[in-house]
């Protein structure tokens, strides 16, 4: 009876082996590679317009900014001759590309459809990271030793200055847009600024931690949530009271992290060499899988419209510039 009984509890045992994948599979799939071209160095930042399925890519060691057709999965088109462009921003209703330069502290402009030159406001130093406030219709830029500087796109003019202590990187807009809550490590907080007076009122404390570069914000869940590089943490605050909610171990040298609200997950971009991901629920986050990339692949675009993550990959020896476009799975 026993030895009848083996070869059908193998083929089951078998069976299920091969069922397991399917079920442990990596959260985000490898779906495709879209080539950048002859592009070299390092890869800042995205920005996104949704109407015309184009990807913006801040090609900072090529100075120049990518524009990839994501329909048509092909580079359409490049400007040249900026200044280590980092951060970017892409304004609907005018249809204005905003590029940020680091190398002369300028902020210039490209008009859709073509994205001929339509101007630049000069900011003086180190402009980095751009935000929309769709509540007051500005452009938010940050630089210089402290400062976010606020333009308005229909004049296309610099209107106002909310001062920091140093420098900012990642910054965003809290649910509903009435303060700002900014990244400051060489100050080693997260400043909090009232929009409406235009200044800083108050800053989280990063609990021993330092070099906090992503910030995303999830709304759903009135949830802050910072990376830091060292140690390599994921911290997460409430967006209403600032209190700390929870203190994870993540990967290294991460410099952007998107929410995915469909399926209450967080894609933390790495450049060493991978996409972590964790699940939660209410106040329980867990790493549930670090999804393999390539070195000093640390930037990203979550685009919630095509369920996609796109992450910039630079240039390597084995490797060429190019956008990989992740799936997330069930």
């Not at 002859?38 to 930042?45: A, F």
């Not at 929309?132 to 210089?144: A, F, K």
């Not at 847009?177 to 997260?190: D, L, S």
């Not at 990063?206 to 802050?224: E, T, V, Y």
Request: aromatic share 8%.
């Amino acid at each position: 009876m026993t030895i009848r009984t083996a070869p059908l509890l193998l083929s089951l045992l078998a069976g299920w082996s091969v069922a397991t994948p399917a079920w442990s599979a990596d959260p985000l799939q490898l779906e495709a590679k879209i080539p950048l071209g002859n592009v070299s160095g390092r890869i800042d930042h995205f920005a996104y317009d949704p109407q015309q399925h184009l990807l913006f890519v801040a090609e900072l060691g090529n100075n120049s900014v990518g524009i990839v057709d994501l329909e048509a999965g092909k580079v359409a088109g490049r400007l040249s001759g900026l200044s280590e462009p980092q951060g970017l921003g892409w304004h609907a209703a005018t249809r204005t590309l905003y590029v940020a330069n680091a190398g002369d502290g300028s902020v210039r402009l490209y008009q859709g459809p073509d994205f001929t030159p339509a101007g630049a406001i000069a900011l003086g130093d180190d402009a980095d990271n751009v935000r929309l406030d769709s509540v007051r219709d500005r452009v938010v830029v940050g630089y210089g030793s402290g400062g976010l500087s606020i333009i308005d796109p229909a004049s296309r003019r610099k209107i106002a200055d909310i001062p920091l202590r140093r420098h900012p990187e990642s910054f965003q807009f809290d649910e509903q847009g009435q303060r700002i809550f900014a990244n400051v490590p060489n100050a080693g907080e997260i400043a909090v600024v009232d929009v409406g007076q235009g200044k800083q009122m108050s800053s989280l404390a990063l609990g021993g931690a330092h070099a906090n570069f992503p910030m995303a914000i999830d709304p759903q869940n009135h949830r802050l949530l910072a990376v830091t590089r060292n140690p390599a943490r994921l911290l997460v605050f409430g967006t209403q009271d600032g209190k700390p909610l929870a203190r994870l171990q993540t990967c290294g040298d991460s410099d952007d992290l998107f929410v995915d609200a469909k399926r209450q997950r967080i894609y933390v971009t790495c450049g060493e060499g991978m996409v972590e991901v964790f699940a939660h629920k209410g106040d329980a986050y867990e790493s549930i899988a670090r999804v393999p990339t390539v070195s000093g692949a640390r930037t990203s675009w979550f685009a919630a419209d095509r369920d996609r993550l796109y992450v910039a990959v630079r240039a390597h020896a084995s490797e060429p510039a190019a956008i990989w476009i992740f799936r997330p799975a069930p």
